[in-house]
């Protein structure tokens, strides 16, 4: 990884000055060990006109992943440093922050003894990063030293692989900035914004991050139109704990095994790419159409089926009717946060009775999951692909056998109607499949018929003349007479056991 | 019930059932624990004041008695659930406590057995003062013990012990022997081998026609079998006596095994002179019984005796097999009680009558887990399928079916049809009989939490919970349907480190460590970059849906007749988004398989096969972007630049020599990198630039391949290929090698070396025999890669040839991965061997569940 900061000089200002500022004799090549690698500090040019000072950063491979050995899968908080197939030793990233931070802490702090003078003044400035990783890529990185007062920010994307022009970019960044700007400044922008382009901490971070922040922030961070960004970026080391604790190692590794990178398997939770919720609160629509579904069906006992983060959970405690609340998720990520939301470890004794939280799979039947009330399949089997959903409906329609069941589903007619959303495109990116009111109908009332039950539909959200509601949903009740064999066949078993007690109990 | 007649003298034999629960009775100080030492083992007895210690640290303290019972009652009813012996030590004088000693017994379904002590007060206050803690003991304790057990002694048969030993006196004590009696149901010993035969139900002549079927001469079989009748031999047919004749006579010549049926039961009863409706076709025999009369008047009492003596179920073959009228669950085998036998005649039933006015049966097959095969009658059905380890052998003779006998432990089915509709069935043979419904479901319970899979070739492989809930949420959310999904490929173990200056792997440690393991003959197969993919081909829609039960979904991929197969990754997902394209992919292979006249040479209509599908990029696009090209970008970006701006401050003079001279190592490391992962990257449309190299069949119609020697295997994969038109079949190269002739090594070793010189990934060293043993009888590795010194960078990263970071790179630990991929193979042909033997689905499932969840196991990634 490396860089080189240029500036432009005079016999009076002669460029090579910038030695003094950096404390960095242009004359040497000087190294200087960091907690991550050697960083070096030389000057490929350095005459009254013109001076560069480049940092170069050896970072050793090997050692990044073996550091944090012992601790779980390399107990690295950033995942990718735990391969050594890691682009740390050539980008731009924290470590580089890092060494700048070791290597120029006087001209960071914006201390020089031999030119005092010099530090408070303007130079003409040119940085290069040559390899600088961008999430949010060009744009971002414009947005980001745009403001600063550079008078040029030249960022050009670097393509993935020449031989695969199909591939498109990398994510990472030339970067080149030029202008009138004080060194102290230029360092302190370089030090908060490289991390916080990459995004990706390499280390813990420490409390003493916030004030870090806001002493290389001075001057310039306050009236950034990115700080928001820039603050939360910088400070996404409380996120990537929580996320660190919660990380489904036994995912990660089942995605190692099969060649894909984690997202695509672990990622149940995952709430920014539902258009959904913006428009109008959908979500909250529908579950106050499930919770007075589940009320006039005068269930007390009932499943949340793919109870996800939880919301549906929570807002059946509010109601005290709902005697016995059982959420079931094939997610131990989405039960975990669900587990937070709901605040289970510090609910009250009756309160925590009535709710149950708990692996399990729609795929297999599930004694488990017998003589409840109700169940709710909220938004759960447009998840699943087409050819397992005969699976579902055993083990709800044919196993399970609530009295009611609730299914929503997207109405995909209705996708014409979301400004955000592309033509042709699911609302979200493991919807397998979208039905139209038609199709829904024609499989809830096959369901139905096969397994003796009555369906009704209900309209979610606001109901479209052309297309229709946004969400659908299925009311499932058993047919009359079944309820009664449904009610023999749950509990005649225990009947009988319970009158073979009685019985010896008599003859005891 | 019985009581051991009261002798004196020499030793008295007391008859103890092998599962009972055994219940001292005496006073304090009656030598119970004495008693429960010198006649039982240690563990088989639970004595009250052990618990009384347990909950209360004092094995005295009275006030803790409720708790000590608790615990006791509780150890007991474990100790029974699981079929062992128990016996209760406590004074047990007290009608109540042992009211619920019995009603334990009963809940677990075995026998309770009293043996009483019944020694005089002077020798109990002897033997209580001579212990320290219960010296205090008062007399009129002791006293009061006594006579509460003489009032209960006359009550005990009455209480429902079925066994009542009392031993009166010191001597009596002192001669006692018990002497363990096997349950009649108890028949393990028995290996067969066996022909079962379903309801007859007075079908004498299709019963002579199909025991002639299985050999039969005479009611014996010239080979030694025996034949065991599943019950309901009488009622609605036209001969039940000749049945009953033949049958009766079988057992008695002991070629032949029976346990009654409802049906014998009834005719049981109304032979005793008991008053039964003469419905459900007992009219019929009743008539043809009169007919016998004339002629053997005998008869009748005959009949009635063998009733009687019929055992409700057998335990057969080491336990493996079990036979019953109407199936039993697991909980009730080789058990003893009323609901037992009341199971086992006439089945659970939901306490519904369905529109016909018959009872609904329960659907107990469906649930049933069991490791024993359950082989039974009573329901109907069109024909005869294994279900979760269950067989039904009624297919309704008597209503014009077939009647149906299994071969065991053939479990070959043998069937001949009715000679004509003898009796009309109240209802249609219907398919909702268990085996005769579609989607036989999985459950939870099959796969969840911590569980242990037995397997054939490794013994017990255990699967810890977190590893389990992994698996679950990847098989649930992205594989494949789980009847397609039959197999799971294993992980495999990379050689040895090498100590060979530049290389990390090298094909020396491979050969090295199959000699040590005594295997001779290797061969090395040229190991394929690309993803790993399992495919099933049936030979059309029909046959998948015949085999696997797929195609019910209406809207199933692979169009209106369903998918005719698989292809899927390592971890179960489909291996290419697009239905349409799997299925062309399908189609190829189906092609050359028939080409190759395959289908006929393996006699099958389905094959499994393991695979590389290539390019790697196909598959692991996102990754290769991600993070291979992203780092061949950022140092090719880098690299560069820092390279110029070295020889700048160079020819400055500036002192960077040390520094530019590994930068242009690097400059040459990031190259090969770049070069290495791009040699697995190429541009695919369709499957135009798709290849596939076959590396195993695994299985077949009744057969796993898994243990043919790879020379064959190869021959056959060669077949393949070579009837390949389309180009997507690849052929794998291999080379054998001597691994105990030097020649042949280095030879081995120049193949590899000369291989992966022009940029190949390396190669696999399997045993040429495929599934090998080492001397001390464990499982070798079933392949060790090698992995080339240039793929190698794809791994361990671009600079890890530098000697330096090679040195410390060898220090990895392979332990774990060898171990892994050990039980991962057992696993992975445990799921073959029970896909071969047609188990059912939850049965091959949980092997290759186990495989998923063991590769989220903990191991460097690297390896």
Known sequence: ?508 | MTTTPRTTGATRRLPVTDLSLVVLIGATGSGKSTFARAHFKPTEVISSDFCRGLVADDENDQSASKDAFDVLHHIAGKRLAAGRLTVVDATNVQSESRKQLVRLAREHDVLPIAIVLDVPEEVCLARNAQRPDRAGMPRHVVRRHRSELHRSLRGLEREGFRKVHVLRGEEEVAAAEIVLERRYNDLRHLSGPFDIVGDIHGCSSELDTLLGKLGYVDGAHPEGRTAVFVGDLVDRGPDSPGVLRRVMSMVAAGNALCVPGNHENKLGRYLEGRKVQHTHGLAETVEQLEREDAEHPEFRKEVAEFIDGLVSHYVLDGGKLVVCHAGLPEKYHGRTSGRVRSHALYGDTTGETDEFGLPVRYPWAEEYRGRAAVVYGHTPTPTASWLNNTLCLDTGAVFGGRMTALRWPEREIVDVPAERVWYEPVKPLTTEAPGGREGRPLDLADVQGRRTVETRHMGRVAVREENAAAALEVMSRFAVDPRLLAYLPPTMAPTATSREKGYLEHPAEAFAQYRADGVTRVVCEEKHMGSRAVALVCRDADAARARFGTGGAPHAAGGAGGPTGALYTRTGRPFLDDAALTETVLDRLRTAVTAAGLWEEWDTDWVLLDAELMPWSLKAGGLLRSQYAAVGAASGAVLPVAGEALAAAAARGVDVGALAARQRERVVDAAAFTDAYRRYCWDTEELDGVRIAPFQILAVQGRSLAAVPHDEQLAWLDRLVEHDPTGLLQVTRRLVVDTGDEASVRSGTDWWLEMTGRGGEGMVVKPLGALVRDAGGRLVQPGIKVRGREYLRIIYGPEYTRPENLERLRSRFLGHKRSLALREYALGLEALDRLADGEPLWRVHEAVFAVLALESEPVDPRL
């Open chain 1, 1 to 508: 990884m490396f860089l080189t900061i240029s500036t432009t000089g005079s016999p009076e200002r002669p460029a090579t000055d910038l030695g003094f500022l950096l404390h960095k004799h242009p004359g040497k090549a000087q190294a200087f060990s960091t907690s991550h690698g050697t960083a070096h500090v030389f000057y490929p040019e350095a005459s009254e006109e013109r001076c560069t000072a480049a940092l170069l950063l050896e970072v050793d491979p090997v050692a990044l992943v073996r550091r944090g050995k012992g601790k779980g899968r390399g107990g690295a908080p950033d995942a990718a440093l735990a391969q050594y197939v890691n682009d740390r030793p050539y980008a731009a990233s924290s470590l580089l922050s890092v060494a700048m931070a070791a290597v120029f802490k006087s001209a960071l702090n914006g201390v020089c003894r031999a030119l005092p003078d010099r530090v408070q003044e303007s130079l003409p400035l040119r940085v290069e990063v040559p390899a600088l990783p961008a999430r949010g890529g060009v744009e971002l990185a414009r947005g980001l030293f745009g403001p600063l007062g550079w008078a040029r920010v030249d960022a050009v994307a670097v393509p993935l692989d020449e031989r695969f022009p199909q591939w498109g970019d990398s994510r990472y960044v030339r970067l080149v900035l030029e202008g009138e700007m004080r060194l102290v400044d230029a360092l302190r922008q370089l030090y908060v914004l490289l991390p916080v382009l990459d995004d990706a901490k390499h280390y813990w971070v420490a409390p003493d991050e916030v004030d870090k922040l806001l002493r290389a922030g001075e001057g310039w961070l306050a009236g950034h139109p990115e700080q928001k960004l820039i603050t939360s970026r910088y400070l996404s080391r409380r996120w990537g704990l929580t996320r660190q604790a919660m990380e489904r190692l036994e995912l990660v590794r089942l995605a190692e095994s099969d060649d894909l990178e984690v997202e695509s398997l672990d990622n149940a939770v995952d709430e920014t790419t539902d258009t959904e919720e913006r428009p109008v609160p959908l979500a909250e629509r529908r579950r106050e159409a499930i919770l007075t579904a589940l009320r006039s069906a005068g269930a007390a006992r009932v499943l949340d089926l793919g109870c996800g983060q939880g919301q549906l959970v929570q807002a059946l405690l509010k109601d005290a009717r709902f005697t016995e609340i059982v959420g079931v998720d094939v997610s131990m990520r989405a039960l975990t946060v669900a587990a937070r939301r709901l605040k289970l470890d510090r609910m009250g004794e009756r309160q925590a009775g009535r709710v149950t939280l708990r692996q399990g799979s729609l795929s297999y039947t599930d004694r488990q999951l017998k003589g409840y009330d109700a169940a709710v399949l909220s938004e759960v089997i447009e998840h699943l692909d087409l050819e397992r959903l005969p699976a579902l409906e055993y083990a709800v329609f044919g196993a399970a056998r609530p009295r009611t069941v609730l299914v929503t589903t997207p109405n995909v007619e209705y996708n014409v109607r979301w400004e955000t959303l592309p033509a042709g495109h699911v609302r979200h990116g493991d919807h397998r499949f979208e039905w139209t009111r038609a199709e829904f109908g024609a499989w809830a009332r096959q369901v139905a018929g096969r397994h003796g039950y009555e369906v009704d539909f209900l309209p979610v959200g606001p109901d479209d003349p052309e297309v229709g509601p946004p969400t659908q949903m299925a009311v499932f009740t058993t047919a009359a007479a079944d309820t009664e064999k449904t009610h023999g066949k749950t509990h005649g078993r225990t009947d009988r056991e319970s009158g073979e007690k009685t019985k010896e109990a008599k003859a005891a």
